[in-house]
C-alpha cells in the first residue's frame, strides 16, 4: 500500500479503554463478564488492547483471522468466536479461538475430533434461537439433549454455556422477558448435565438496555459488546438512553476535498441510473457551493452512515469513489485540499476499518 | 491472514479476456480507445493483464494504488487515475499515474511542479460537467482558459485531451446529444490552443449505448469502460441490451453453509432496529426450511447485490456476517457444509474484491 494522507480513520484510543471501563464496571454490578467484540473496527490489534486492558474477560469476533491476529499480538485473554463456524474451517477454529458459538451437531463432532488432533479442549456456547432467526436452536429441546451429548460424548469439547442473539437479523428486541427465556433454558440444561454452566450469554449490546435499567434477569452472566463500547451510538439515537458517560466519538473520519465549485443541484438531461443502478430522486435547489470529497461508497457503504461534524455541510450523494456535499452554509471558506471530519456509525466503522484505502491512525 | 476456502470469489479469466476483446473490438469500429477500468475488481493485477492482452489502450482506476500495483506487476499500457486527485497526493500521481483526469486549476499547477521535481510529463484530461453533477468545470469559458493555461503555461503537464462523466452521480444518460456538447468543448479547445487533442473521452460503460446503437458522436475518442467488460449486465438488465456476445458471469460468488433448520420466517418478540440500525419488515411464511451461509454485508454490500445461481434458493436478509436463505424450493436436499454459487454486480464486486475475508481463485 501506498501512503496516502486521506482518507483517514484516526482512533482514539484512551477514549475508547475509558468506554470499555464504564460498561465493564456496569456489567459488573450484576455480575456480567464482558466479552468485547472487536469485529467493528475489523480487530485491529490496538483497538483489541483497549478491550483487554478495560477488562474485558473474553476478546470477541465472527472472523478467525482477527482472532487469530489479536492472539499474535500478544492479547492474552480467551478468544471467542461469535460467528458459528464453517465445517471447513475447524483447523483454524481450534486452533485460534477458545470458545465458540455453535448450533449445528455436525459442526460440533468435527470440532471434538479437531480438537483431539491437536491436544487441545475447545469450550463451545450452544446457542438457542429465540425469535430473532438468524442462529441458534429453535427446537429447545434437541438443544437441551446437544448439550447433554457434548457434555457426555464430546471428550474434546467442554459445554461451556449457552447462549442467544436478539436484534441483529429480526429486530428482535432483548426484553427482561426475552432474556428471562435463555435462563429457563440455562436451568433445564444443567439440570440434565448436573453442573452450573459458566456462560450464559445473553446477546450484544442492545441487551446491555438492560443493564442500563436494571433490569436484567438474574441469571444471565456474559454480553457480548461491540457497539456500544466502540460508539455508544445506537442506544442513544434509536432508543433514547443517555450515554453522555461514554465518549461517542472514539472514531473520526478524515476526508480530503478534491474539487469546490457553484453546481447546479438538479442534473441537467435525460436520467436514467446512477452508477450503483438505482434510480434517484433529486431536489432541486438552484446553483449552490458543493465540494466533492476523494472516498466513496466503496470505503464507507452508504451515505447515510457518515455524520459530517462541521455545521453547514451536508452530503448529498456518492458515486463507489466520490462524495458530493453541499456546503453552500459551511462557515469556513472551503478550498481543494482542506480537510473535513466526520463521525461514523457502526456500519461505516465495519467498512471502514476493513477496506485498503482507509489509513489508521490512532491518538 | 489465514487460509480460508470460503468466501470465495471466482475469476474466470479466459472469460474476462474475452470480454475485452468483444468492447475494444465494437469501439474499435468508431476509431474509440478503450481505457479499461479496474476498480470494480480492485485493480487484481490478473483482472489488470487480461485489459492490457485484450487490447485495452489504457489502465484505468480511481485509486492511485492500484495503478501502483499494476505498474508493479508489469502492466505495460499507460495508466489512467480517473478520480481527480488529492492535492496531498500529487506525488504519487506523478510516480504512478501517466494520465488522469484533472478539474481544479490548484491541483493541475501542484501536479505540475511536482512534475518538474520528478523530471516526468504528466498527461492530463480537463473534465466537463455536462449536468451529472461530480467532477468537472460548469463554467465551459473558464475550462477553455484551464486548457489554454496547462497548454502554455505548465512546462512539465501535456493536456491530452477533455473528458466528461454521466450517469454515476446524477444518472444523466449518454444521449447523442449530451457526448456532442462535449465534442463542441472538444473543437473549442483545438481552436483556442491550434492542435488536435488526443483524447475525447465520452463517459464509462453507460456511453457503451451509444457504441451499441451505432450512434456515438464522431469526434468521442475515448471510453472508460469497467462495468461492461467485467459483468455485462447493467446495460442488460436496465437498459434491455442484448448482450449475449459477453460473457455475464466472469465472476462467481462462493460461499459455505454453516446452518441448515426448519424455522419461522417471522421473528418472535417485540421488535426495535435490526443491527444496522434499520427498521425491517418481515414477510410471515409459516415454517420453511432455512440456511445460514458464513458471509454478510461486510463482504458484498446489500443483499440486492447478490443473486442465488440455485433455483429454489432465496436470499431473505443478512446481518454484518451472516446470509440468511430461503432453501425450502432448493431441488438439492442442502446441508451444512455444503457451497452456494452467486451471480454478482458492480456494486458486490467492488466489496468483495477489495475486503480481507473473501479468498480470490483464477480459473
Redesign the interface.
Known amino acids: 500500500?501506498?501512503y496516502?494522507?486521506?482518507p483517514c480513520l484516526e482512533v482514539n484510543l484512551g477514549y475508547l479503554k475509558e468506554n470499555v471501563e464504564v460498561v465493564v464496571k456496569n456489567c459488573g454490578k450484576y455480575g456480567i463478564s464482558v466479552a468485547g467484540v472487536m469485529?467493528g473496527p475489523?480487530g485491529i490489534p490496538e483497538c483489541s488492547r483497549q478491550f483487554q486492558d478495560g477488562g474485558c474477560r473474553y476478546i470477541a469476533s465472527?472472523?478467525?483471522?482477527q482472532l487469530?491476529a489479536a492472539v499474535e499480538s500478544g492479547i492474552s485473554i480467551p478468544t471467542l468466536l461469535i460467528?458459528?463456524?464453517?465445517?471447513?474451517?475447524v483447523q483454524?477454529v481450534i486452533r485460534?479461538a477458545d470458545y465458540s458459538l455453535e448450533?449445528?451437531i455436525?459442526?460440533l463432532e468435527a470440532l471434538n475430533e479437531e480438537a483431539g488432533r491437536q491436544h487441545k479442549t475447545h469450550r463451545v456456547i450452544i446457542m438457542a434461537?429465540?425469535?430473532?432467526?438468524?442462529?441458534g436452536?429453535?427446537d429447545k429441546d434437541e438443544m437441551v439433549e446437544v448439550c447433554a451429548r457434548v457434555e457426555n460424548d464430546l471428550a474434546h469439547l467442554e459445554l461451556a454455556g449457552v447462549g442467544t442473539n436478539?436484534?441483529?437479523?429480526?429486530?428482535?428486541?432483548a426484553?427482561p422477558e426475552?432474556l428471562e427465556e435463555l435462563v429457563v433454558i440455562a436451568r433445564r440444561v444443567e439440570k440434565r448435565i448436573g453442573r452450573k454452566l459458566e456462560i450464559v450469554s445473553g446477546g450484544?449490546s442492545?441487551s446491555y438496555m438492560r443493564v442500563l435499567d436494571g433490569n436484567i434477569p438474574e441469571g444471565i452472566t456474559n454480553l457480548r459488546i461491540g457497539e456500544q463500547i466502540l460508539l455508544a451510538r445506537?442506544l442513544d439515537?434509536?432508543?433514547g438512553y443517555d450515554l453522555r458517560d461514554m465518549h461517542q466519538d472514539v472514531f473520526t473520519l478524515k476526508t480530503?476535498l478534491?474539487?469546490?465549485?457553484?453546481?447546479?443541484?438538479h442534473?441537467?438531461?435525460?436520467?436514467?441510473?446512477?452508477?450503483?443502478?438505482r434510480?434517484?430522486h433529486?431536489e432541486d435547489r438552484g446553483i449552490r457551493k458543493?465540494a466533492?470529497a476523494?472516498i466513496?461508497?466503496?470505503d464507507y457503504?452508504s451515505i447515510e452512515e457518515i455524520f459530517p461534524r462541521e455545521p453547514g455541510v451536508e452530503v448529498i450523494?456518492?458515486?463507489?469513489?466520490?462524495t458530493?456535499l453541499d456546503i453552500q452554509d459551511a462557515k469556513r471558506d472551503l478550498?481543494?485540499?482542506d480537510v473535513l471530519e466526520f463521525d461514523i456509525?457502526?456500519?461505516s466503522l465495519?467498512?471502514l476499518s476493513?477496506?485498503?484505502?482507509v489509513r489508521i491512525e490512532f491518538v
Not at 465472527?62 to 483471522?65: A, T
Not at 460467528?83 to 474451517?89: A, V
Not at 476493513?354 to 484505502?357: A, C, F, G, L
Open positions: 500500500m501506498l496516502q494522507n486521506y469485529k475489523s465472527s472472523r478467525i483471522d487469530a460467528r458459528i463456524p464453517m465445517l471447513s474451517d483454524n485460534y448450533s449445528e455436525s459442526v434461537d429465540l425469535g430473532d432467526l438468524r442462529e436452536f429453535w436478539v436484534g441483529c437479523y429480526g429486530s428482535v428486541l426484553t426475552k450484544a442492545s445506537d439515537v434509536f432508543y480530503e478534491i474539487e469546490v465549485k457553484d453546481k447546479p443541484t442534473p441537467v438531461g435525460e436520467l436514467g441510473v446512477d452508477a450503483f443502478g434510480k434517484q433529486y458543493r466533492l476523494a466513496g461508497k466503496v457503504g450523494g456518492a458515486s463507489s469513489d466520490h458530493i478550498q481543494v485540499g456509525d457502526y456500519a465495519v467498512y476493513n477496506v485498503r484505502d
